[in-house]
């Protein structure tokens, strides 16, 4: 059975920083392409960023470029994503997807940027 459990989000101020991690289990993490996605309150969920089985590809959404990270750990089936210079605009609750084959959501982890 696929399993996804988000980890990392909290309160923080402008400016600061997070790491979100997605711990995975029941499928073969290792060939799989992962991403992170969000959703703010009344809006869609969005693509965050992706990356692909051996982490040399990564997609970011135009809105967190330069500022966001997104890395995985095949040894430890776990997928990251380093937020900084964090925004208001960027409260939301952050999912983790297994983008291969079946799709698969996590449960969300809630980022809330505010002062």
């Known amino acids: 059975q696929v399993r996804l459990v988000e980890s990392g989000g909290g309160l923080v101020q402008p400016g600061g920083s997070l790491r979100l991690s997605c711990s995975a289990s029941?499928?073969?993490?290792?060939?799989?392409?992962m991403s992170w996605y969000r959703q703010a309150p009344g809006k869609e969920r969005e693509l965050v960023a992706r990356?692909?089985?051996?982490?040399?590809?990564?997609n970011y959404a135009d809105f967190v470029k330069g500022r966001f990270t997104i890395s995985r750990d095949n040894a430890k089936n776990t997928v990251y994503l380093q937020m900084n210079s964090l925004k208001p605009d960027d409260t939301a609750a952050y999912y983790c997807?297994?983008?291969?084959?079946?799709?698969?959501w996590g449960q969300g982890t809630q980022v809330t940027v505010s002062s």
């Open positions: 997807r297994k983008d291969s084959g079946v799709i698969s």
């Open positions: 029941g499928f073969i993490f290792s060939i799989n392409t």
């Open positions: 990356v692909g089985s051996t982490a040399g590809s990564t």
